[in-house]
């Protein structure tokens, strides 16, 4: 043991199809103090949904960065480092590879279903005080799948893992460097489309709160734009709230920007600064469809339920 490794000190990487981040913690009886959080994108993802197969690239990009996290957690003392893949990962016909690249660098990678993937979510997300019982609605949109769940005193109302995904969209509806009204139009009407056909059926008559959690990169991103900072803590993140029409007015005013414009803002990386509309415009999209006048952004999604299962 290193001076710094504890029994309880542990690290999980999360392999989406956009980036890998990584988290290191302290978990003790259902409680998760984080040490670090770090992301890096390598859009693991690209061109896998037309193509059904993983880049060669993009396989060694992620496992490399994967690697350097898990040295990095070792280093902290994490006793136990593993890794979690999702959505372009389970689509590709060759996730294999991913697996074997992951086995070279040290790092025991595990793709998980959707199904799976929301249960992660929820874990994680319930273990904020604010979100620990009662009425719940999460979205977390990845790269290539957006999970959504309902939840209540009862238990899980709705659970489902949608292919629907900020890279997904980028790869079928690239915008013009400065997007043109009618681009905006035709990403907007493929979301209603897609919410109208999959998700509207699926929630049929269940009851959703006003509030929704939001998991992922998009809201984090988005609260920073909003901040105009590229420093926000987990605590000061998970204080924040959001109204619809504050969302509507970010999205707004993002698609009406030039790539080199977003490449600029405060608080967005700018290799983020692509797939960032279309995180906001699925945002806008399912809080007007399904009635959320309110969103909370959290960190805990995937990651924090891997460290508690």
Known sequence: MNENQTQNRRAVIDVGSNSVKLLVAEVTSGDVTPLVHEGEQTRLGRGVF????????????????????????????????????????????????????????????????????????????????????????????????????????????????????????????????????????????????????????????????????GAGGTPVFLSRILKETDDLSAMELEALSWLLPEVQSLTDRLWMMSLERRQALAGLPADRADVILFGAAIYEAVMMRCGFHQLRPTLRGVRYGSLLS
């Open 50 to 213: 037309d193509s059904g197969k993983l880049d060669p690239e993009a396989i060694a990009q992620t496992a490399f960065v994967a690697g350097r996290f898990a040295e990095k957690a070792r280093r902290m003392g994490a006793v136990e480092v593993k890794a979690v893949a999702t959505s372009a990962a389970r689509e590709a016909r060759n996730g294999m590879d991913l697996i074997e690249a992951f086995r070279e660098v040290n790092v025991p990678l595990m793709i998980i279903e959707g199904e799976r993937e929301a249960e992660l979510v929820l874990r994680g997300v319930r273990s904020h005080s604010d979100f620990s019982d009662g009425p719940l609605a999460i979205i977390d949109v990845g790269g290539g799948s957006t999970e959504l769940l309902v939840a209540d005193e009862t238990g899980l109302r709705v659970q489902h893992s949608f292919p629907l995904g900020t890279v997904r969209l980028l790869e079928q509806h690239r915008p013009s460097d400065l997007p043109t009204a009618q681009e905006r139009a035709k990403v907007i009407e493929a979301l209603d489309q897609f919410l109208d056909d999959q998700v509207t059926p699926l929630l049929g008559t269940v009851a959703l709160p006003g509030m929704l959690v």
